[in-house]
């Protein structure tokens, strides 16, 4: 169609004569634009943006929390994966211990190869992403990191400088990394089945899709305490590529004869009021038998909420677990831990863990210890709503 040209040197001349009204209306096009492509790019999926992100990186560090555990290995194991098909140099990376008989036996079947860090210097990369915890912590200098990228299930104000994916809702990281890998196609590779013969231009080794079913039901209690649809929906996207023997040795791991005296130990030594059971085990050389002892609490009739702790180090631990609505663990052991001088702890509404110094500086500058019957008696307090 010809426009004549009349009409173009009448709109000519109305330019020529109002300026401002020709700037204005650029800039609302301008505007609407810039809009228009900002809307698409947050509408991208997630696990779009990530691997658009690990694209730009020609290497990348995948931390986890300073203890972890199989959600945390696996949501490493799903994003370093991401990050080595397009084409990053990948080193995994945790702060702490590993010494949970199912944290070692994850780590041992699946042949998962993780560094050290004790120090900031330690960590292999610039950038780094973080999985299943939202501010790095566990090492000197800590504090000085600016993680490119996080990816978590947990409360807490921490982020991504480029990408952040925290999502509560959900029972395991591992599910959102799942979802990651299903945003940009990537294919689950039966344990019988090599990555090669995949017609897709991302895969899901079977090791990893192992790894990352096992987080997410040992996050979940096996999708029944906390999971959400979208667990089950990642539960369902990964078991193409699940390795049966593989997943049950991880599973169903030795247990050390310690572990097995401190859970004995928390049920014989049990207080129970109501529906709420706290136990105190003493002194106590595995750490991790803690939490093993709450979960074996949990078992006994009638009892909604659970806490358990023991003294390793010159340190109280907590752990709790709940089933009942009334009663937020997580905030439950953070209020009991940072009423006390270099407390800390947190978690979910279903469980939640902390430590309490036994030794502290009391207000005359003297060292006080706290009393352990007074601990369970402010734990009950806290679990029935009066700390």
């Not at 700037?23 to 900002?38: M, N, P």
């Not at 945790?94 to 120090?119: K, P, W």
């Not at 899709?209 to 096992?214: C, F, I, M, S, V």
């Amino acid at each position: 169609m010809q426009v004549p040209w009349g009409g173009v040197r009448d709109v000519v001349d109305a330019a020529r004569a109002n300026p401002e009204a020709v700037a204005a209306a650029f800039g609302v096009l301008l505007v609407v634009a810039l809009g228009g492509y900002g809307l698409l790019r947050y509408r991208r999926p997630p696990g779009v943006r990530l691997r658009r992100l690990l694209d730009e990186l020609d290497e990348v560090v995948v931390l986890t929390h300073p203890t972890p555990d199989p959600d945390a290995m696996a949501s490493a194991m799903g994003v370093g994966t991401l990050a080595e098909q397009v084409g990053a140099d990948v080193t995994l990376q945790y702060s702490g211990s590993i010494r949970h008989q199912e944290n070692r036996a994850f780590r041992t079947v699946l042949d998962l190869e993780m560094d050290h860090v004790e120090d900031v210097s330690d960590l292999a990369a610039e950038a780094v992403v973080l999985v299943d915890h939202n501010e790095p912590r566990g090492f000197e200098g800590d504090d000085g990191v600016e993680p490119v990228a996080v990816v978590d299930h947990h409360p807490g104000s921490g982020g991504g400088e480029a990408f952040t994916d925290v999502r509560t809702d959900y029972g395991a990281a591992a599910s959102i990394v799942a979802e990651h890998l299903s945003d940009v196609g990537a294919v689950p590779v039966p344990p019988d089945q090599h990555a090669s013969e995949a017609d897709a231009d991302f895969t899901v080794p079977s090791g990893v899709a192992t790894g990352l079913l096992y987080g997410l039901l040992s996050d979940t209690d096996r999708l029944t305490n906390g999971a959400s649809a979208a667990d089950f929906d990642a539960a369902s996207y990964l078991y193409p590529g699940v390795d049966d023997e593989l997943l049950n040795r991880i599973a169903n791991p030795q247990v050390g004869s310690d572990v097995l005296e401190t859970k004995a130990r928390a049920i014989a030594g049990r207080e129970v009021r109501g529906s709420f059971a706290v136990s105190d085990v003493g002194s106590i050389e595995n750490v991790d038998a803690i939490p093993q002892a709450a979960d074996e609490l949990m078992r006994l009739e009638g009892v909604t909420a659970v806490v358990v702790c023991g003294e390793c180090d010159g340190v109280v631990r907590l752990s709790g677990r709940s089933r009942d609505d009334r009663v937020h663990m997580g905030r439950i052991i953070g209020s009991l831990a940072d009423g006390c001088p270099g407390g800390s702890g947190g978690g979910h509404s279903r469980m939640g863990a902390g430590q309490i110094p036994v030794a502290r500086t009391d207000g005359d500058g003297g060292i006080s210890e706290p009393e352990r019957t007074d601990l369970a008696d402010r734990v009950f307090d806290a679990l029935n709503g009066e700390g």
